[in-house]
């Protein structure tokens, strides 16, 4: 069993910055692939980032490339997305997500309940 607990989020001017942060009880979290995902309003849920479970692979959805970083440190059982140069069109709810098993996107095994990010023009 896992519990996710996603913070970080809040209101932000386009072109600032943010990290959110996802913290993971349980003695398992080295094991499970982490990713963050975002639900715009009006929109269906999107992938965003993924990290491998050892932290070496990682992939992004293409618009947010060289913007946001995904990261996760083991020992802390936190994962963390590093905003950068943020836009109108990254305002969503964000939730960070766990699977068993390197995937992109999909269901996943666990579920953070979100962290709202707004990015004002």
């Known amino acids: 069993q896992l519990q996710l607990v996603d913070s970080g989020g809040g209101l932000v001017q386009a072109g600032g910055s943010l990290r959110l942060s996802c913290a993971a009880s349980?003695?398992?979290?080295?094991?499970?692939?982490m990713t963050w995902f975002r639900r715009a309003p009006g929109k269906e849920r999107e992938f965003v980032a993924v990290?491998?479970?050892?932290?070496?692979?990682?992939r992004y959805k293409d618009s947010v490339k060289g913007r946001f970083t995904i990261s996760r440190d083991n020992a802390k059982n936190t994962v963390y997305l590093q905003m950068n140069s943020l836009k109108p069109d990254d305002t969503a709810v964000y939730y960070c997500?766990?699977?068993?098993?390197?995937?992109?996107?999909?269901?996943?095994?666990?579920w953070g309940l979100g962290t709202q990010v707004t990015v004002s023009s």
């Open positions: 349980g003695r398992t979290f080295s094991t499970y692939t």
């Open positions: 990290i491998d479970n050892s932290g070496t692979i990682s």
């Open positions: 997500a766990a699977n068993s098993y390197y995937k992109l996107g999909g269901p996943h095994d666990y």
